[in-house]
């Protein structure tokens, strides 16, 4: 597995996570080590009651990814009992995710979860995406608020209508059905990435790119990859306005862009 050391970032302990430790059991056999990535860029307190809302014992640590925040979020994240890598500077979704998962890697983790810094994906439903992992059902398992048992909170409409519209398209270049190929929710086996043909490690995927670009190959190189229902809840802003950090069209492309690329085969 290839894993790269950002040299701008740096790394610090919150005080209430322990040591990730392996004696969590399933059934009789021994759990695989997991670490919940959140990737956070001006999240302020909303990054503490997410590292908060953490199940205890579902996962062995929480890393949370300060994307070059200006405010206090690594500060707060740590309060709240994170680890906290400290990127230095505006990178990009993309570029975290892959740090965090850089650094599970190099620690000896074996699953990743991935979830929002902002809170739009409650931590307690980690469970629905680790579960399908470690029965072995799964290498990716994304979530969905569109399957059964799935839902969405305070989801403006033109994010309805984008979201659906774009797992159409990504459906349709992709060859495979899925029912949200935007959600940030997913577990990952870092096994997956010993096949070299997943190759995250590309500058060009640091910001809105990564993600899809991650669902579309496993799925294309028939990896083991199940959806599972989530709930995605758009925080309320102060304004009354469902919450969100994405910009119409210019990050729309920067999400659509890599499937196209990749269907077409000008990226790899």
Known sequence: M????????????????????????????????????????????????????????????????????????????????????RAGRNRGVGAAIRSGIDYAIQNGYEVVVIISGGGKTPPEQIPRLTEPILRGDAELVQGSRYVEGGEFLRMPLRRRLGTRGYTFLFSLLVRRRVTDASSGFRAIRLSLFDDKRINLWQDWLDRYELEPYLLFKALRLRHKVVEAPVTIEYPQGNDGIAYTKMRALVDWWKIFRPVLFLALGLKK
Not at 18 to 41: F, H, K, M, N, Y
Not at 50 to 56: I, N, Q, S, Y
Not at 60 to 75: K, M, R
Request: glycine share 8%; hydrophobic share 40%.
């Open 2 to 85: 290839r894993a790269r050391v950002d040299a701008n970032a740096s790394i610090s302990t919150g005080s209430t996570l322990g040591t990730p430790s392996r004696s969590d059991q399933l059934g009789t056999e021994i759990r695989p080590r997991i670490l919940c990535v959140a990737p956070a860029w001006n999240e302020g307190e909303r990054i503490a009651r997410v590292v908060k809302a953490v199940p205890e014992g579902m996962v062995d640590s929480v890393l949370v990814v300060d994307d070059g925040s200006s405010d206090d979020t690594a500060d707060f994240a740590e309060s709240a009992g994170a680890k906290v890598l």
